[in-house]
C-alpha cells in the first residue's frame, strides 16, 4: 500500500479543491490534492475527453478559460495531484484512505480542506427510472466532455440555471429541445435575477443561454414539472403539469411532448458524506441546498484540523466556491503557523471578496432549493428509491409502523441502501418522512459509512495470498 | 434480549414497560449479521442457540415476523493443516454439546456450495445454521409487543435506579417510573446499568465490523463460516452478500464515536473473497461497526443481581442474536417462578473474581 505525507491535504478537484491547493502551496504548505476524475476540474470545469475537442459550445467558453486557468496554476504550485482516485474512508488526525488505479492507498496531514462539490436533486415521478431519463449531470458530462448529444428530441424540466445552460448547449450541437419546464415562475426569476449582477459572468452566460433557446424557438414552461414519463412506441411522452409556487400540482391545462430524452434535476444538494463520516456538526438550511456543514467565517469545521469550503457546504456556483477555497487554504496555513503574515491578508481580501461574489451564488441556490410540497404529489406506487425498489407506499408503511426518523425508515425498507448509496432518494425520502413525522430537521439524515463510494473488491484487495490476510486473534471456542 | 424479556413477561400476564433511550432494536440487534450459526457459538451455549434457532424458524408464530428468514446449511472451512486441526477438535466439542456438525471433504463441501473455493482443505457441515434480516428485528418486535401490552418508552435514556425497598424508580431523560421489578438488557452499556444497582464488573464493548456488497450474481446457498471463528458470510435473497466474522472497528460503543479500520475491513475482505472468489467481481457498498458486550469470561450474564429482590440482568451472550430469543424467555421464565429448561448464567461468578483480584 502506497503511503503519502503532506501538510494539507484537499479532498475534490472543482474550482473551490484547485484553488485552495494552488493557495495553499503558494503559502509554503505541502499540499496533495485528491480526486476522482479523470482530471482536476470538477463539475463546471469539467475537462474534455482527451482528443476532444470543441464544436461550438456558448457558455463553456468562459469557463473553459477559468478552468484552464485554475488548472494550470495547480499544476505549477507543486501540489501533488492524485486524479482518479476516490477517497472511501478518513480516520481522524488526519488519515485519509484512497482508492484508485494503484489499489488502496493513504495519504496523511494534519489538515484537511473538503472540497466534495454537489449533487443533483431528483423528486421522482412514474416514469423516472426508465433509461431514457437522465440526470442534468449527465447530460452535461455527455455534452462537455464527449461534445455528444443525450438524444435527438430531447425534454428538460428542474430548477435553476442549470436547464438553461443544458438546453443551450444541447441546441449548439444540434439537438432538439421539445420543451423546458422550470419549476420556478417568471416571477420568481425576475426577483432574483438583479442580485446576478454581482457575478457579471454569470451574467453574461445567462444572456447567452437564453439567446440561443429563444433563437431556436424552443417553448419555456415556467411553474411546470414532469409529472409522468410514458413510453408511445418507441418514443416517451412526458407530462407537463403546472405547479404552485411550493411545488404541488395544480390545475390547470397540461402539456404532452413526444421526445427521446428526458433531462431532469430539481436544483443541488450539497455532497456532505465526507464531513459527515468525520463527525463534524451540521445544520439544515434549505436555502443553501439542506444539510451542510457548521463553518466559522473562515471556512473552519467543528473539528480542528477541518476545513470545507465550495458547493459542499452550500450551494454557491463556481467563482464563490474558488473563493473559499482559497480562503480555507489560507486559514489553514494561518492555523499551522506557516506564512501567516501572508495567510492573513489573503484571508482578509477573500472574506472581503466573498461577501459580494456570494450574492449572486445564493440567488442561484434560492432558485434551486427544495420547495415544501414537491414531494407531495409522488403517487404511493412510484418507484423512490431505483437501487432497491422501493416505492412511497413502503415508506409511507414504515412510518405506518412508529419509524419517525431517516435511519429507521431506510432499514425497514432498505430505501438508501443500494449503490447509490442513497444520493438519489435522499431528498425525497427524507422530504416524505418530514410531511408526517415533522421537520427535516427533526427526521435527520442518513448516518454516512465508508465506503463513501462502493469500491470494486477486487481492487480494495488486489493480489494476495492467504498469509497477507492480517488475521487476528481466533474467537474463544 | 430486552424486547423478548419483555413480551415473554407480558405474555406471563405482567404489566410491563421497555424503556430504551433510543429505538429499541437499533444497537446490536438491529445492526448486527443475523447469522444463525453452531459453528459460531460457543459451545457451552450450543443447547440455548439450537432452541434460539428454532424460536427464529418459527418467528411467524411468536412474533409476527414472515420475512427475512432462512435456515439452511452450514459450512465452517479450514484452508492450512493447523486450521483441519483445530476445525475438527472445534467441531468435535460442539456436536458433543449437541450441534449436528459433522467434518467433510473439500470435494463434498464443494457439493454442497459449488461457489466454494477449491482451496478448502477440509470443512464442516451443520444443516441447523441461516441467516435473519436483523434490520427488520424492530419493526417485529415492535408489533408484537404493543399488541401483547408493553408499554414502550423510546427516547426515554436512564440516567439512574433508585432501590426503594420494595420496588424500584427508574429515572429516565423522559420522567421517572417505579416498578416492583427490573431487568437491565443494556447491550454494550451493561456494565454502567449494574454500576446503578452497585455493581462493578468490567465489560467491556467490541465493536464489530460488517461489510456489504452489491448484489451478486453468483448464488451461494450455505452460511460459510472459519475454524477460527473470523468469517461469517452469506448471501440474502436480494443478491447482496454480508462479510463479518468479528473483524474489529475503533472507538465505541456510542455510535458516532466508532470508525471502521480499513486495514480489517480489506483483510475481512481478502477472507471472504478467499472462501467465495466470486466476491472479486462484486462491489463493496457500505461497512458498518456495532457493539457488543463482552465479560472477562466472555459468557453471558442472566439471572438475578445479587442483594437487590427484584432485579435482574441479561446480556453479553456471544452470538447472542441467534439464541437471543430463547435467552429473553428463559429470563422471563425465571421471573415468572417458572422452571427453565436450561441453567441461568448468575453474575456472582464475576463479582467473586472482582475481589480476588
Ligand atoms: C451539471 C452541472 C452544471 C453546472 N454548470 C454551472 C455553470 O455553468 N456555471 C456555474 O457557475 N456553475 C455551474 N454549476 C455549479 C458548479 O458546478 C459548482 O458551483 C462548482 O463546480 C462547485 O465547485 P466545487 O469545487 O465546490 O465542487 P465540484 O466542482 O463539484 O468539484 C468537486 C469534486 O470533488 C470530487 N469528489 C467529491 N468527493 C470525492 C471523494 N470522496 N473522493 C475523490 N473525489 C471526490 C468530485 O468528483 C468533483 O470532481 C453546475 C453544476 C452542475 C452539477
Ligand atoms: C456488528 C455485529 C454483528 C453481530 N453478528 C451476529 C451474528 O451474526 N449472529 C449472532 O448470533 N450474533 C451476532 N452479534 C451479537 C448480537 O447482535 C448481540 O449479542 C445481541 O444483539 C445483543 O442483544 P442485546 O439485547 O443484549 O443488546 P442491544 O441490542 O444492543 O440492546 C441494548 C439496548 O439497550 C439500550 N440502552 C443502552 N443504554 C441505555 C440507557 N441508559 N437507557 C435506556 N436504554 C439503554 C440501547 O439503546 C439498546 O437498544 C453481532 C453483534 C454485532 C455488534
Known amino acids: ?477 | 434480549m430486552g424486547s423478548t424479556t419483555a413480551l415473554y413477561l407480558a405474555r406471563g400476564g405482567m404489566k410491563v414497560s421497555l424503556i430504551d433511550r433510543g429505538s429499541i432494536a437499533r444497537e446490536a440487534s438491529g445492526v448486527n449479521a443475523g447469522t444463525l450459526t453452531m459453528h459460531m457459538t460457543r459451545a457451552d451455549l450450543i443447547p440455548y442457540a439450537m432452541r434460539g434457532w428454532e424460536m427464529w424458524r418459527d418467528a411467524d408464530q411468536w412474533l409476527g415476523l414472515k420475512s427475512g428468514i432462512t435456515t439452511t446449511d452450514g459450512l465452517c472451512l479450514a484452508f492450512t493443516e493447523e486450521e483441519a486441526d483445530m476445525l475438527r477438535q472445534r467441531s468435535e466439542v460442539r456436536r458433543a454439546a449437541g450441534a449436528p456438525i459433522r467434518i467433510i471433504d473439500r470435494s463434498e463441501a464443494r457439493r454442497i456450495e459449488p461457489s466454494l473455493t477449491e482451496k478448502v482443505r477440509l470443512a464442516a457441515h451443520c444443516p441447523i445454521d441461516g441467516h435473519v434480516s436483523a434490520y427488520l428485528t424492530g419493526m417485529a418486535y415492535r408489533r408484537a409487543l404493543i399488541s401483547d401490552g408493553v408499554n414502550i418508552m423510546e427516547r426515554a435514556g436512564v440516567t439512574g435506579i433508585d432501590d426503594l425497598g420494595y420496588g424500584y424508580q427508574i429515572n429516565t431523560l423522559a420522567g421517572t417510573i417505579q416498578a416492583r421489578r427490573i431487568v437491565l438488557a443494556g447491550g454494550a452499556w451493561l456494565g454502567q446499568m449494574l454500576s446503578w444497582l452497585g455493581i462493578n464488573i468490567r465489560i467491556r464493548s467490541l465493536v464489530n465490523q460488517l461489510i456489504v456488497t452489491e448484489r451478486l450474481p453468483v448464488t451461494m446457498r450455505t452460511v460459510i463460516t472459519v475454524a477460527s471463528g473470523l468469517l461469517s458470510l452469506k448471501q440474502f435473497a436480494n443478491g447482496t452478500t454480508l462479510i463479518g466474522g468479528g473483524w474489529q472497528g475503533a472507538g465505541g460503543p456510542e455510535r458516532n464515536t466508532m470508525s471502521i479500520i480499513p486495514e480489517n475491513m480489506i483483510g475481512n475482505t481478502r477472507l471472504a473473497a478467499y472462501a467465495i472468489p466470486a466476491l472479486k467481481k462484486t462491489r463493496v457498498v457500505r461497512a458498518w461497526l456495532g457493539p457488543e458486550a463482552e465479560t472477562d469470561d466472555a459468557m453471558p450474564i442472566i439471572g438475578p443481581v445479587p442483594g437487590r429482590p427484584g432485579a435482574f440482568v441479561i446480556g453479553s451472550v456471544h452470538s447472542g442474536y441467534t439464541s437471543g430469543p430463547y435467552m429473553g424467555r428463559l429470563m422471563a421464565d425465571f421471573i415468572l417462578g417458572r422452571e427453565s429448561e436450561h441453567p441461568l448464567f448468575p453474575v456472582d461468578r464475576l463479582i467473586k473474581n472482582t475481589l480476588e483480584a
Open chain 1, 1 to 477: 500500500m502506497t503511503f503519502h505525507e503532506a501538510d494539507l491535504i484537499v479532498v475534490g478537484g472543482g474550482p473551490a479543491g484547485m484553488a485552495a491547493a494552488a493557495q495553499g502551496a503558494e503559502l509554503g504548505l505541502s499540499v496533495i490534492l485528491i480526486d476522482d476524475g479523470e482530471q482536476p476540474g470538477g463539475q463546471v470545469y469539467r475537462a474534455e475527453a482527451t482528443g476532444m475537442y470543441s464544436k461550438s459550445g456558448v457558455h463553456t467558453a468562459a469557463n473553459k478559460t477559468a478552468g484552464m486557468r485554475l488548472r494550470e496554476a495547480l499544476f505549477k504550485c507543486g501540489t501533488r495531484v492524485l486524479s482518479k482516485r476516490t477517497l472511501w474512508s478518513i480516520e481522524p488526525g488526519y488519515t485519509a484512505h484512497l482508492i484508485g488505479p494503484n489499489g488502496p492507498e493513504t495519504v496523511s496531514a494534519p489538515r484537511v480542506v473538503i472540497a466534495s462539490g454537489a449533487y443533483e436533486r431528483q423528486i421522482p415521478f412514474p416514469g423516472w427510472t426508465n433509461p431514457e431519463v437522465i440526470g442534468l449531470a449527465a447530460a452535461t458530462i455527455l455534452l462537455k466532455s464527449q461534445h455528444t448529444l443525450p438524444g435527438k428530441r430531447i425534454a428538460i424540466a428542474g430548477a435553476g440555471p442549470l436547464i438553461y445552460a443544458v438546453a443551450a448547449e444541447a441546441i449548439s450541437l444540434g439537438g432538439e429541445i421539445v420543451a423546458i419546464a422550470d419549476l420556478s415562475s417568471r416571477l420568481t426569476w425576475a426577483s432574483e435575477v438583479p442580485k446576478l449582477f454581482t457575478s457579471p459572468r454569470l451574467l453574461s452566460q445567462g444572456a447567452a443561454w437564453m439567446a440561443k433557446i429563444k433563437a431556436s424557438g424552443t417553448p419555456i414552461y415556467f411553474s411546470h414539472r414532469i409529472s409522468e414519463a410514458q413510453y408511445t412506441g418507441k418514443n416517451i411522452t412526458a407530462l407537463l403539469s403546472p405547479v404552485n409556487s411550493e411545488g404541488e400540482l395544480v390545475d390547470g391545462q397540461r402539456k404532452s411532448v413526444n421526445v427521446d430524452t428526458i433531462c431532469i434535476g430539481s436544483g443541488l444538494v450539497p455532497a456532505t458524506e465526507l464531513v459527515m463520516l468525520a463527525g463534524a456538526e451540521m445544520r439544515y438550511a434549505a436555502s443553501e441546498g439542506g444539510w451542510v456543514p457548521v463553518r466559522d467565517t473562515e471556512m473552519r469545521l467543528s473539528l480542528p484540523g477541518l476545513y470545507a469550503a465550495g458547493d459542499g457546504t452550500g450551494i454557491l456556483g463556481a467563482i464563490p466556491s474558488e473563493i473559499e477555497g482559497r480562503l480555507a487554504a489560507a486559514t489553514a496555513a494561518k492555523d499551522a503557523g506557516i506564512s501567516e503574515g501572508a495567510a492573513h491578508s489573503i484571508a482578509r481580501a477573500m472574506r472581503r471578496k466573498l461577501a459580494w461574489k456570494k450574492m449572486a451564488g445564493r440567488a442561484a441556490a434560492r432558485l434551486m432549493a427544495i420547495k415544501p410540497k414537491m414531494a407531495k404529489d409522488i403517487p404511493g406506487d412510484c418507484i423512490v428509491c431505483r437501487c432497491e425498489d422501493v416505492h412511497r407506499y413502503d415508506i409511507e408503511a414504515a412510518i405506518d409502523n412508529g419509524a419517525k426518523d431517516v435511519n429507521q425508515v431506510k432499514a425497514w425498507t432498505r430505501c438508501g441502501m443500494g449503490p447509490c448509496q442513497g444520493r438519489m432518494c435522499r431528498e425525497s425520502a427524507a422530504e416524505i418522512i418530514a410531511s408526517r413525522v415533522g421537520s427535516r430537521e427533526a427526521v435527520g439524515v442518513w448516518t454516512s459509512r465508508a465506503p463513501l463510494k462502493p469500491i470494486n473488491v477486487s481492487e480494495l484487495i488486489g493480489d494476495y495470498s492467504y498469509q497477507d490476510i492480517p488475521m487476528p486473534k481466533s474467537a474463544p471456542l
